[in-house]
């Protein structure tokens, strides 16, 4: 179980010049760098860099690093770091769970640091959609599923 997470070094850049047409693409990445245990406390620290590159016209336009860590109890701490030191690759038994938190973390700021140094949201914003007027100038009905009684 995942009992904390600390940022520890964050970086940011973004090319001065951006064409307000270019298409940007985003692509992420997290990884697993270290991993600690702490006999005293019963806890595993996994180290972790979470990188955003924003790219157009086929060149980099900017960059978000984060580094951080998340704690780790439970299970069986032994093995699960003794896999580690021999492979350097996480144990399958708390491997999702070790991912999908540094990613949470990581993309949470990512998104508050690419808007500060206005880069685009590296997720898909949700969009609101309207129904148009029909012809008649009412607005037409959703479609629902389903027979009608």
């Keep these: 179980m995942i009992i904390n997470y600390l940022i520890d070094k964050i970086e940011a850049t973004r090319d001065d010049n951006i ?3 270019t298409q940007v693409g985003i692509s992420n990445n997290i ?34 690093v984060i580094q951080g860590f998340v704690v780790y109890t439970g299970g069986d701490l032994d093995k699960i770091y003794k896999t580690w030191e021999e492979s350097k690759k ?11 938190a540094s990613l949470n973390v990581s993309i949470l700021e990512a998104m508050s640091i690419a808007k500060m140094i206005q880069l685009p949201s590296i997720l898909p914003l949700p969009k609101v ?9 009412e607005e037409e009905q959703p479609h629902k599923k389903g027979s009608k009684k």
């Design 19 to 21: 064409p307000p047409e």
């Design 31 to 64: 990884t697993v760098t270290d991993v600690e245990q702490d006999q005293k406390f019963k806890i595993l620290k996994f180290k972790f860099k979470f990188d955003a590159v924003f790219t157009g016209n086929d060149t980099e336009l900017g960059k978000i």
């Design 90 to 100: 996480i144990d399958p038994s708390v491997a999702e769970e070790i991912l999908q």
């Design 129 to 137: 959609s309207t129904n148009a007027p029909s012809e008649t100038g």
